[in-house]
């Protein structure tokens, strides 16, 4: 199985701040890279597919890049509705993994 | 609206069965592939299987191979996964989810529903 490995685990921020996740594939997964937002009691929230395509009526703060192997999740100026747990997934492989998950909170 | 509703999920011992549910409505649900996610409590999401528009196609993750089942009746707009010789490490959270691919290939998981719980303990 391909692994995703996030980091970091978790994050401090501040209402306003930027902040990058980063996600790594144990192997090249080409753009097959998507990103949600998963709050307390909640599904998860489809935010980025093909690692840099914004999912409809997410705001435009958040922005995903990459491809191969590494990539990155970035919020340009954190809002209050933003703390949340944040997951990368790759769809390459017909054995779909997660990363384990970046959890932003409040400073 | 777009939705995606489970049910089916309860308590249930150890090498017991259940079958879970997912019914769509609001999109041509013959259309899409479509996943089980699962997240155990306070862990993260773990993929369990997927399957194509059609039925043609269907994968697994290991931990669940041979023990689970997805299937879809596109007659009744409806996704399962029927569940056997449960395990104490399968408790968790059970979302269904559609692809955001053209039904016969992977792509991102665009509309969840709002899971069905399902606990296995003596």
């Known amino acids: 199985d391909i692994q995703m490995t996030q980091s970091p685990s978790s994050l401090s921020s501040s209402v306003g701040d930027r902040v990058t996740i980063t996600c790594r594939a144990s192997?090249?997964?080409?753009?097959?890279l998507n990103w949600y937002q998963q709050k307390p009691g909640k599904a998860p929230k489809l935010l980025i597919y093909a690692a840099s395509s914004l999912q409809s009526g997410v705001p435009s703060r958040f922005s995903g890049s990459g491809s191969g192997t590494d990539f990155t999740l970035t919020i340009s100026s954190l809002q209050p509705e933003d703390f949340a747990t944040y997951y990368c997934?790759?769809?390459?492989?017909?054995?779909?993994?997660f990363g384990q998950g970046t959890r932003l909170e409040i400073k | 609206q777009v939705q995606l509703v489970e049910s089916g999920g309860g308590v249930v011992q150890p090498g017991r069965s259940l079958r879970l549910s997912c019914a769509a409505s609001g999109f041509s649900f013959r259309s899409y592939g479509m996943h089980w996610v699962r997240q155990a409590p306070g862990k993260g999401l773990e993929w369990v299987a997927v399957?194509?528009?059609?039925?043609?196609?269907?994968y697994y993750a290991d931990s669940v191979k041979g023990r689970f089942t997805i299937s879809r009746d596109n007659s009744k707009n409806t996704l399962y996964l029927q569940v056997n010789s449960l395990r104490a490490e399968d408790t968790a959270v059970y979302y269904c989810?559609?692809?955001?691919?053209?039904?016969?290939?992977?792509?991102?998981?665009?509309?969840w529903g709002q899971g069905t719980m399902v606990t296995v303990s003596s």
């Open positions: 399957i194509w528009y059609d039925g043609s196609n269907k």
């Open positions: 989810a559609r692809d955001h691919g053209d039904g016969a290939t992977l792509s991102a998981f665009d509309i």
């Open positions: 997934q790759q769809s390459y492989s017909t054995s779909i993994t």
């Open positions: 192997q090249s997964i080409s753009s097959n």
